[in-house]
């Protein structure tokens, strides 16, 4: 098994402690002077199922502020892998273990070492298929907002309401927020979801091929909901539609067997790609 050099951190080691100090106040440029900053920033991150099998291998990735971050590579590579890791999904089953860092800014944190509790208020997450709870389309939204403790009925009714704005579906269920979430179809359960990660104004938006069971119609409209939240959402989607990283991220990471194998501006690299690996996938000579 390939050790890495790098701090390890395992979810069942209890003597290292869950939560950093808070180090940084400013938050990191990406270059000097671009006016580009990090909101998040993977450091040499490794990541092995069970202990044995090594998913990710020291993987690099700036996670630009306010901007769409687009993952793309062949199935199998680690995309979902490295998105889980973001929020400490892995964690939720024994013996997965992590080394290396994945810097949240301007705090700081680092969120490998943090409780996952903890991680999760900071960041949400949007799965490949809608998964609703079997509760009203309101209590979807206010979900994340009750679990902060926010109970106060006025806040509330405003937050739902602001969040379902945001993901383009308040319009479509003004009239219904008391009926089941499950009444919905497939692209509004999506907004549903989208909107319920919202609510909380997470500091991360990590989306994992959220339209990729939808039609075109219903991706579409998340497509327009992305390009309307930039500026004000730092967002890594997971995709498999290089058209749609193409129109809807600013930056790109493409992955290969559990290594990052090339990042940049989207345009360039999807018209000039450094790598010949790069080149192969983006021209669909394999993947
Ligand atoms: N729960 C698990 N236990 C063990 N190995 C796993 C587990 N989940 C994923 N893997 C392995 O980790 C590697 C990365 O998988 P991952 O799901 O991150 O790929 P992906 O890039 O998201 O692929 P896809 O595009 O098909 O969704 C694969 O080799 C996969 O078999
Ligand atoms: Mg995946």
Known sequence: MNRPNTQEY??????IPQQENITQAARIPVAPDSGIVNRAEV?????????SVQALKQVNLPVVDRRVTALIGPSGCGKSTLLRCF????????GNRYGGEIKLYPEGLNLIQMDPGLVRLHIGMVFQKPNPFP????????????????SNKTVLDERVEQALIGAALWDEVKERLNESAYGLSGG???????????APQPELL????PTSALDPIATARIEDLLTELRDTVTVIIVTHNMQQAARISDFTAYMHLGEMVEYGDTNELFTNPREQRTQDYITGRFG
């Open 206 to 209: 990590l989306l994992d091929e």
């Open 135 to 150: 509760k009203s389309i309101y209590e979807n939204v206010a979900a994340g907002l009750r679990v902060r403790g926010i």
């Open 43 to 51: 450091r040499e991150l490794n990541f092995w199922y069970g202990g």
């Open 188 to 198: 509004q359960q999506q907004r549903l979801c989208i909107a319920r990660a919202l």
């Open 10 to 15: 395992s979810p069942m080691n209890e003597s």
């Open 87 to 94: 929020n400490r999904m892995h964690d939720l089953y024994p």
